[in-house]
């Protein structure tokens, strides 16, 4: 049981951890590891306030040791799924469940769109998590679409309990043919037999992750305390507008923090009481 867990390690992700941990609450950061994060690609990043010139790279780096330094745990792994659970909040995370008080989501920007196919097969052959739903697949053929490093040891995974895998990364196009049961796919015109099409996406939309989340355009609706239309859920960064930037995200996930972490002293205090 955490005060607060935070989904996503980018910038907005690591700075509200480190201010939940700055108030002292306990924080679990969920999210990739620090290379699968955009920022990682960046050259040079040159309107960062007292950090010109670092690579993005190295700015992941910096910001990941003081969450770290600062005791933030992390778990690399996608959230997947979320529900809230009386007044807390339980997350699904690859195979593990967690729990806390609050919430503060940081996925960044969702790119790119589901595959044709994708939606309908999805628990029938479409799968988001290997670690998850690889041991129903056993013995068989899967297909593993990856996005970022992380996702070639997904499919070593996969491999390493029998699965029989093909693995691509970023293919131009995908489509899983037919409706019911998944049993083919197609990855840039070649069809392969499969029994599951792993697609291992960085980010999830918010919307497929929080039922009931309200946006305004294309991101989250959140107020100045960084608050959502969901209660205990706070969101910061890129997934809440423009401008798109990492000394937004740093100062969103500042507020985002301390919001989420005052929320969760006050629903630890409420069930004392
Ligand atoms: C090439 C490049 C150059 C850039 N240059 C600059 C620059 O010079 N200056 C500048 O200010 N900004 C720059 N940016 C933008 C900057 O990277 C972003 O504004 C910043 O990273 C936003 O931080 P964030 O934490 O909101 O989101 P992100 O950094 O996108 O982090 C979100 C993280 O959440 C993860 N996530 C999403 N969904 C889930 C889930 N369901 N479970 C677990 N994890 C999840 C994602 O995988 C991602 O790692 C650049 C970006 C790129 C790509």
């Not at 595959?115 to 129903?136: F, K, N, Q, R, W």
């Not at 093909?166 to 899983?176: G, H, M, R």
């Not at 890129?238 to 006050?266: I, N």
């Amino acid at each position: 049981m955490y005060d607060v867990i935070v989904i996503g390690c980018g910038p907005a992700g690591l700075s509200a951890a480190v201010n939940v941990r700055q108030r002292g609450g306990s924080v679990l950061c969920v999210g990739l590891s620090p290379e699968n994060n955009p920022l990682w690609k960046a050259e040079r990043i040159d309107n960062y306030l007292g950090f010109p010139g670092l690579s993005g790279r190295e700015m992941m780096e910096v910001f990941r040791r003081h969450a770290q330094d600062m005791g933030v745990e992390f778990c690399e792994e996608r959230v997947l799924n979320t529900f809230q659970s009386g007044d807390t909040w339980m997350i699904s995370a690859g195979s593990d469940v967690f729990e806390a008080f609050s919430l503060v989501f940081t996925g960044g920007i969702t790119r790119g769109k589901k595959y044709p196919g994708e939606e309908e097969h999805l628990g029938s052959g479409v799968s988001y998590c290997a670690t998850c739903d690889g041991m129903i697949y056993k013995g068989k053929p899967v297909t593993v679409i990856g996005f970022g490093p992380a996702d070639v040891k997904e499919a070593e995974f996969l491999r390493g309990i029998g699965c029989k895998v093909s693995y691509f990364e970023k293919p131009a196009k995908v489509e899983i043919p037919g409706s019911g049961i998944v049993t083919s796919v197609l990855v840039d015109g070649e069809e392969l037999e499969t029994a599951c099409v792993f697609i291992l996406r960085p980010s999830l939309a918010p919307t497929a992750l929080f039922p009931g989340l309200e946006l305004e355009g294309n991101y989250i609706k959140v107020d100045r305390e960084m608050a959502t239309n969901l209660p205990g859920l706070y969101a910061a960064g890129d997934c809440t507008g423009t401008p798109l930037q990492v000394s937004k995200a740093v100062g969103e996930g500042l507020v985002a923090g301390q919001k989420a972490m005052a929320y969760a002293v006050r629903i630890r205090k409420e069930k004392e009481n």
